[in-house]
């Protein structure tokens, strides 16, 4: 209920880009059921949904001595959904908090964000020289 809530805030785009990541973060329904049935009684289902805690513990008890394994079989379902509504909440808060950041961030104070294994290509230039014999030098030549 709270994702709709958040969801009505986003542009298209930005409704947009959530479904894309959804699409690519999201636990596959499908492999789930298969990691159960085959690996179930070592908990392999729950170290591929991140439950790793229950995963060890099915691990060490071989599924709860297979009661465990049993029992997942019908909580399988209410917990891909739980964690589908958390992966969602936390790129729909993700996006918000950007827009935010974007749009209230002072354009003075702006700086784009690059990777700083290119750093060379984009010299600093806030109004001072950089000192000469600095390390870096080699990249501002």
Do not use: C
């Not at 986003?10 to 699409?23: F, P």
């Amino acid at each position: 209920m709270e994702n709709e809530l958040l969801r009505q805030d986003l542009s298209s785009e930005e409704q947009a880009l959530v479904n894309r990541i959804m699409q690519k973060h999201q636990k596959n329904k499908v492999i789930t059921y298969i990691l159960w049935l085959f690996t179930g009684f070592v908990g392999g289902h729950r170290y591929y949904m991140g439950d790793t805690r229950y995963a060890v513990g099915m691990t060490v008890t071989l599924g709860g001595f297979g009661a465990w394994w049993i029992i997942d079989l019908l909580l399988i379902e209410k917990r891909l959904n739980f964690l589908k509504d958390v992966l969602e909440y936390q790129v729909i808060d993700q996006v918000l908090m950007y827009r935010r950041d974007y749009y209230n961030q002072p354009y003075s104070n702006f700086h784009f964000n690059y990777d700083p294994r290119y750093h060379h290509q984009y010299p600093p230039t806030h109004g001072h020289h950089r000192q000469h014999n600095h390390p870096d030098d080699r990249y501002y030549r």
